[in-house]
């Protein structure tokens, strides 16, 4: 009985994990590319959080604290992490266009939500995820 249990609350976090990939290709297909002010990384979690969102939010930030400081003291990028339970998270994510967890990289109408990512590599395979946000973040510093 609890092994049924335990298979069927995974495929229920599979189902929304994929639900929130789909959303997200969406909401990228529909920005159109316009540069403009600082790049941000924005993490989006809840109140409830397990090892693997933490970890998304810990190599995030810190790679990006040890790899970008110089654009930090520029102000041309920053990182704030939000609980979109709160009403500051829910209003910055109203702001941003999300309505779940992202690990959000925005510059003008240019985002990008790399959380799925996150999701796949951060515990077990930070040096990757580390890659995919230097992907994205450094075409935008241009």
Same mark, same amino acid.
Do not use: W
């Given at each position: 009985?609890?092994?049924?249990?335990?298979?069927?609350?995974?495929?229920?976090?599979?189902?929304?994990?994929?639900?929130?990939?789909q /959303?997200? /290709?969406?909401q990228?297909a529909?920005?159109?590319?316009?540069k403009?002010?600082?790049?941000?990384?924005?993490?989006?979690h809840?109140?409830?959080?397990?090892?693997?969102c933490t970890?998304?939010?810990?190599?995030?930030?810190n790679y990006?604290?040890?790899?970008y400081?110089?654009?930090?003291?520029?102000?041309?990028?920053?990182?704030i992490?939000?609980?979109i339970? /709160?009403?500051?998270?829910?209003?910055?994510?109203?702001?941003?266009?999300?309505?779940? /967890?992202?690990?959000?990289?925005?510059r003008?109408?240019d985002k990008?939500?790399?959380?799925?990512?996150?999701?796949?590599?951060a515990v077990?395979?930070?040096?990757?995820?580390?890659?995919?946000?230097?992907?994205?973040?450094d075409?935008?510093?241009?």
């Amino acid at each position: 009985m609890k092994s049924i249990i335990l298979f069927a609350f995974a495929i229920i976090l599979l189902m929304g994990i994929s639900c929130n990939g789909q /959303q997200a /290709q969406k909401q990228e297909a529909k920005v159109t590319s316009a540069k403009g002010g600082p790049v941000e990384v924005i993490y989006f979690h809840t109140t409830s959080r397990c090892v693997t969102c933490t970890a998304v939010e810990n190599v995030a930030r810190n790679y990006i604290l040890e790899q970008y400081a110089a654009q930090i003291r520029e102000n041309k990028l920053s990182f704030i992490s939000y609980n979109i339970e /709160q009403p500051e998270g829910k209003a910055v994510a109203l702001r941003i266009g999300i309505t779940s /967890q992202s690990l959000m990289i925005v510059r003008g109408q240019d985002k990008h939500n790399i959380i799925n990512e996150g999701f796949m590599y951060a515990v077990n395979r930070p040096e990757r995820f580390r890659e995919i946000i230097k992907t994205k973040i450094d075409p935008l510093l241009k």
